[in-house]
């Protein structure tokens, strides 16, 4: 079984919109930690945001918040506001921490592409 | 700061010759990764290094897949006789080995094997 699912086609949203992309992972480890990143068409990896299986918070990050759902091993990452610059490739990624090590590789999921309609 | 830097941003090679893709990491960086993304695909883990402990090579899809990490900074990626199959992007990430273990990544080098 894939252990990130992002199934959606490619998103489109006009510019000062809010979207959400979605991302399910699968793990038996209890501790786990979850990234999103920005891959614009330049071809750079851009850090978006985190969040750790054990926070009891959503994580947020300026524009950017995780919508964490654990039960439904969800982390569904939303943009506020979407500027012409945000179209780029977005990925999930996941650690397994106690499996793997706390700063061992990440899995990453197949992306999904948006784009901000002007 | 410095980032992650890779070299060379662009390598074409002949089917069955020999590859080294250079990374050097963020300065102070205790871990270093390469992964490979394919045409439209996400990133694949080949390997891993933390500090002085053996390397985590678990994603190394062959043996004719190999890397080093020289001192603790500068890493080395050779792949030898290169396959069609072997044309990617290269990325190599490093990260600080603290807090939430945040990868941050090199431009990549696209290799293309013809």
């Known amino acids: 079984a894939q252990k990130i699912t992002q199934t959606q086609p490619g998103m489109f949203v006009q510019e000062k919109e809010a979207v959400t992309l979605d991302c399910t992972y699968d793990?038996?480890?209890?501790?786990?930690?979850l990234f999103w990143y920005k891959q614009p068409s330049s071809g750079e990896m851009i850090f978006l945001i985190y969040?750790?299986?054990?926070?009891?918070q959503n994580a947020t990050e300026g524009r950017y918040s995780l919508n964490f759902q654990k039960a439904r091993k969800s982390a569904n990452l939303v943009i506020s506001a979407s500027q012409l610059g945000d179209s780029a490739m977005y990925f999930c990624?996941?650690?397994?921490?106690?499996?793997?090590?706390?700063?061992?590789?990440?899995?990453f999921g197949k992306g999904i592409t948006l784009s901000v309609r002007p | 700061g410095a980032g992650v830097s890779q070299s060379p941003s662009n390598k074409v090679t002949e089917k069955g010759k020999d590859v080294e893709l250079r990374c050097d990491p963020i300065?102070?960086?205790?871990?270093l990764y390469w992964y490979r993304q394919s045409l439209g695909q996400g990133l694949e883990f080949l390997i891993y290094?933390?500090?002085?402990?053996?390397?985590?090579k678990s994603g190394l899809p062959s043996d004719r897949f190999s890397a080093e990490r020289t001192g603790g900074s500068v890493s080395t990626l050779t792949i030898q006789r290169t396959q069609q199959e072997d044309s990617a992007v290269y990325l190599c990430?490093?990260?600080?080995?603290?807090?939430?273990?945040?990868?941050?990544f090199g431009p990549g080098t696209r290799l293309t094997v013809l």
């Open positions: 990430a490093s990260s600080p080995g603290t807090g939430s273990g945040e990868q941050f």
């Open positions: 793990t038996s480890d209890p501790s786990y930690g």
């Open positions: 969040q750790g299986s054990y926070d009891q």
């Open positions: 990624a996941m650690r397994e921490i106690i499996k793997t090590g706390a700063n061992s590789k990440l899995t």
């Open positions: 300065s102070g960086h205790t871990a």
């Open positions: 290094f933390q500090g002085n402990s053996a390397p985590d």
